[in-house]
Nanobody, 127 residues
């Protein structure tokens, strides 16, 4: 069974950094694409950054300042990280990680491309 568990969210001041973790089980990271998404209050869930070992990192244009976010993977720990720097109040949202097998992934960072999801972790950026 594919499972994903996010952690690392919290309250941070604008300009600060956070590193979110996504612990996965039930599959090998090399065989799956991983995506980070976020959902702000009253808004839809949007892609932040998606990556697969089989593809180049896929960044989503809707999240400006793509250089502020970085995905790293630790296969030994079965964990994927989202490093977020220079955070802004508009980055406040619930952040989710998601997974899709490389076989079924279309190479985009769209919500509809991912079928397995974690429960989310809250990130709040104060001004």
């Amino acid at each position: 069974e594919v499972q994903l568990v996010e952690s690392g969210g919290g309250l941070v001041e604008a300009g600060g950094s956070l590193r979110l973790s996504c612990a996965v089980s039930g599959f090998a990271l090399d065989d799956y694409a991983i995506g980070w998404f976020r959902q702000a209050p009253g808004k839809g869930r949007e892609g932040v950054l998606c990556i697969s070992n089989s593809y180049s990192p896929t960044y989503v244009d809707s999240v400006e300042g793509r250089s502020r976010f970085t995905i790293t993977t630790d296969n030994a720990k079965n964990t994927v990280y989202l490093q977020m720097n220079s955070l802004k109040p508009e980055d406040t949202a619930v952040y989710y990680c998601a997974a899709e097998s490389n076989t079924n992934w279309y190479g985009t960072c769209s919500r509809s491309d991912f079928t397995s999801w974690g429960q989310g972790t809250q990130v709040t950026v104060s001004s």
